[in-house]
């Protein structure tokens, strides 16, 4: 019998991006992590600490540039008050720029992070990310 499936701590929002064909366009992706919880954010503090991380397959319809990532938030936590983590909370945007081919595409993907919550950081995790865009 399986067990429970397991908590979504990251969501992500897709969302229909209409670019101009061939010209470098921003599409933004727009995450929500589970309230209770924080995700390391692209570049923490330590290198203990594994970074949110947005990776993409390959395409030869749209050309994805590397990804502008937020500014992560500073907190301390009980468990260490002398030190600060570099952490995404709520919600966060992801910037990717992209130069598409004139047409319907999908980009693939995943965001690899991990979650903690105040007392235990949990296994890392990667969830699905599919950007929709159409380029005239």
């Given amino acids: 019998m ?3 499936k397991p ?3 990251v969501t992500y929002q ?3 991006h209409d670019l101009e064909a061939g010209k470098r366009e921003v599409v933004e992706l727009h995450f929500r992590v589970a309230e209770g ?3 390391n954010s692209h570049t923490p503090k330590s290198e203990l600490l594994i970074p949110t ?3 993409l397959d390959s395409s030869t319809d749209v050309k994805a540039l590397p990804a502008e ?7 301390n936590f009980s468990f260490n008050p002398s030190e600060k983590l570099d952490v995404y909370t709520g919600e966060f945007t992801v910037r990717l720029p992209v130069v598409a ?4 595409h999908a980009l693939t993907g995943s965001l690899h992070y ?3 919550d105040k007392a235990a950081c949990y296994p890392p995790r990667s969830l699905p990310v599919q950007i929709a865009v159409t380029a005239k």
Wanted: glycine share 10%; with cysteine.
């Fill in 7 to 9: 908590k979504q701590y």
């Fill in 37 to 39: 919880y924080h995700v």
């Fill in 2 to 4: 399986p067990g429970p």
């Fill in 69 to 75: 990532y937020p500014a992560g938030t500073l907190y």
């Fill in 114 to 116: 991990q979650a903690c």
């Fill in 101 to 104: 081919q004139a047409g319907a």
């Fill in 14 to 16: 897709s969302d229909q």
């Fill in 53 to 55: 991380a947005l990776h």
